[in-house]
Structure formats: C-alpha cells, structure tokens
C-alpha cells in the first residue's frame, strides 16, 4: 500500500512539472529562446519514451499551427504510429470510437455505404473490389481504380479510414468518385447512390454447358457458414460435380467461420494450428458433417486472399484436396484479439499467430498458389453474377486467366463429368 502511495504521489509531480515545463517552454518560446523541459521517467517505463516525450514537448511548444493541435488526434496518431511498428502489416490495427461500430457492422455483413472494399497500394487508395451486385459495382466502379477525389475533394492524402469515413453515409444519399483508372490513364468522374448493403459471404452460379459451380466466397463473416452450406447444396442439386471456389480479394473475417467453412471440403485432420507468443501450439480440428468432402475442387487465390482465407487455402493444400491457383497471398496469420480501451477506441492485437495444418507459418510468407497465374490490377474477373449473364463463347474470351485455368483443371479431373467442356476452354 505504501509503495502505491508512493507511486501516485510521484506521478502528481511528475504531471505537475510536466504542466509548468509546458507553459514555460510556450512563454520563452515566444521571446526567441528554446527551452527544454526536462524528462521524468518512472521506474518501469523504457528509456525510449525520453525520445517520445522530447518530440511530443517540442510539438506543444514550437509548432506553428497552435489551432491544429487537437490532443486526441495526437495520442491516436502516435498510437497507429506504435501499431505500425509491429511490421503485423494488414491486421494488427488502432480503431478510434467511430471506427469500432464500422467494423462491428462489417463483421455482421450489413452496413451502409457503396458496397467496395478498399485498400492502400503505393501509398495511394485504391478499390480492391466492389462487391457483385453493390451501388459500386452498378455504377461501373472496377478493382485497381485509385481514389482521387470524394465529393470534389482530394482524398490521396488521408488515411484510409477517413477516405471510408466520407464515402460510406446513410442509404440513398449520393457521393461522387474521382478515380483514375491505370488501364486507361484516365480520370473518370462517378456518381453512386449508397444502399444498403447486405454482403453474402457466398454466392454461386453455373459455368455454361459445364457441370462446374463457381462459388464465391466474399468474406468470413458472421453468416459464412450458413451461406457457403447453402450454395453449395444448391450447386449440387443443379447438376454440379466440380467446384470453382473463389477466395481472390476476401480480406477474412471471423476464425471460427474459416474453421467452419473450411470443414465443409474436408473429412478428418486439422484445419489449422494456433501459436501464442511462447511457442505453444493449439490445433483446431476439422468438424464433421461437411457438404463437399467428395467433390473435385480448385481453389482461385490472388494478393489481397487475406487472414481466414489463407487459413482456407493452406488447409486445402496441406489435405491435397485440390489445386490452388492464382497468386501468393497477402501473408496475414495473427490471430486479433479485441482490446476495449478507456475512451470506447478498440486496439485489435495479434496474440497469436496462425500456421497451416502441417505447420507452415502464414505471418509475412502467405500461400502461395500450386499453379501461379498472375492478373493485372483492374482484370475484369468473372463472378457468380456476370456468370449469369454470359454464354460458353463469351466466357471462352474472358481476361481472367485465372478462372479459366481454374476451369481447364477441373474440365480434365476424372471426376467431373465433361458436358461440352470444348466450348468453354481450348
């Protein structure tokens, strides 16, 4: 009790001084003289945080712009800065109190907004894919478009939650996007009117004049399971012996989705193993009762195959249920766990890391793809919806090497029957 008295009495002195070191430097900083305050540390704080309070005790007292200070975005702002510094690229992250209900929603599969999920490349936003089906993607918006401007303002230097922040907003109201597409070397000006956006974790059409199901597989939300049981129960019932399943571009989700839905394509063994700080290891079996144990499968990666579904396609591989193709993943695999902190912001930090089921390390080396097939950024890939709206000469054409390929593979399986398979792939 006496050394925590002790404690607190040394931390009022320490904030004490701190304050008069504050206004001191503000007087004499206005006279042409530089005045340091100096540093106090405790007894269990790093030598590092010297260097840390220097620079936040120079910002107070030197900066020019006094009305830009805002204390709260500074905090947050050395907190992402610690966040990064973890190298956990993509997953470890800091999630400011408006941000934590965004994420919240997203994880449930229903928000308001456009129906795109982004992403930073070159330093520069850019849209990793619309959503089939979303405002985004029926107003023409394409993966590998760059963000310019948001309602005419000029975006490129923001963070990416405050780009997510001004594009998302209530159903049917309007926003306009200025993307440059590189393909073009052309800026296009679109207008979207937001919606709400239910996003299926899974959808699913038939391949013309084939018996091959392309299942997509958007997200590990909440919903995962339930919709990937779904589709492919009514693949099967349609005729379908071979399955596409499409995992490009899903940035993951829940752990217990991957595990569930991953079971679906597997009988025995494990789906992966988990790795805490210590070394130790935890597996997680595979649950019995999946829908698709028998079926010839191929699997579609590319980089933006992130987190739960890495932990899909390694599984895949390691049980040798069929080939992956595409492009090595992203090389998420820490394991979030949610951390409340005291103003209602939320720290998301890896505890743990994922490794596939025969143990090879995801974190920073991703999957990567039994047949390599690499696309362009802003390849129009073929998805469930435009699936239904194109013939076997069409498809035949398609720019998207990948699902083609994907197609050839199962088109010569043993397993699949052929039904007009020449029609479709030379």
Not at 22 to 42: M, N
Not at 91 to 116: D, N, Y
Request: proline share 5%.
């Amino acid at each position: 009790m006496k050394r925590i008295t002790q404690l607190a009495i040394i931390v009022v002195i320490v904030m004490a001084m701190t304050t008069c070191a504050f206004g001191a430097g503000l007087a004499l900083g206005g006279s042409g003289h530089l005045f340091e305050p100096g540093v106090i540390r405790a007894a269990d704080e790093p030598a590092q945080f010297d260097v840390f309070w220097q620079a936040w005790n120079l910002i107070q007292n030197r900066f020019v712009d006094r009305s830009s200070l805002d204390t709260t975005q500074l905090v947050y702002g050395a907190i992402r800065g610690m966040v990064d510094a973890t190298g956990d690229e993509g997953h470890t992250a800091f999630l400011p109190p408006e941000e934590v209900e965004i994420q919240r929603s997203g994880m449930a599969g229903k928000f308001s907004g456009i129906g795109a999920q982004l992403g930073v490349k070159d330093s520069l936003p850019i849209i990793v894919a619309p959503f089939d089906g979303s405002p985004a993607a029926e107003a023409g918006v394409k993966a590998g478009d760059i963000i310019i401007d948001v309602d005419g303002e000029d975006v490129t230097t923001l963070p990416l939650n405050e780009i997510v922040d001004r594009i998302r907003g209530e159903a049917g109201t309007k926003v306009v996007l200025t993307v440059l597409r590189p393909d073009d070397n052309k800026s296009l000006e679109i207008p979207i009117v937001r919606g709400e956006i239910t996003v299926p974790a899974a959808s699913w059409a038939m391949v013309p004049d084939t018996s091959v199901a392309l299942i997509r597989l958007s997200q590990f939300s909440a919903n995962a399971k339930d919709d990937l049981v779904k589709a492919v129960t009514e693949a099967k019932a349609d005729g379908a012996t071979g399955l596409i399943v499409d995992l490009r571009s899903n940035p993951g989700g829940l752990l217990e989705q991957a595990i569930s839905v991953t079971s679906q394509f597997l009988k025995d063994g494990n789906v992966l193993q988990q790795e805490d700080a210590e070394g130790n290891r935890q597996a997680y079996p595979v649950e019995s009762g999946g829908v698709a144990t028998d079926l010839p499968i191929v699997v579609l990666i590319n980089r933006g195959t992130a987190s739960s579904s890495e932990i899909f396609a390694g599984a895949i591989q390691d049980h040798k249920r069929g080939p992956v193709v595409g492009e090595t993943t992203f090389g998420t695999g820490t394991v979030l766990e949610p951390f409340p902190l005291d103003d209602g912001s939320l720290l998301m930090l890896g505890t743990s890391q994922w490794l596939t089921a025969d143990g090879r390390l995801i974190r920073k080396h991703g999957i990567e793809p039994d047949v390599e097939v690499k696309l362009p950024i802003g390849t129009d890939l073929v998805t469930p919806q435009k699936l239904k709206d194109l013939s076997a000469t069409e498809l035949k054409d398609s720019e998207d090497a990948q699902f083609l390929k994907a197609l050839n593979l199962l088109e010569t399986s043993p397993a699949v029957d052929k039904v007009g398979a020449e029609s479709v792939v030379n």
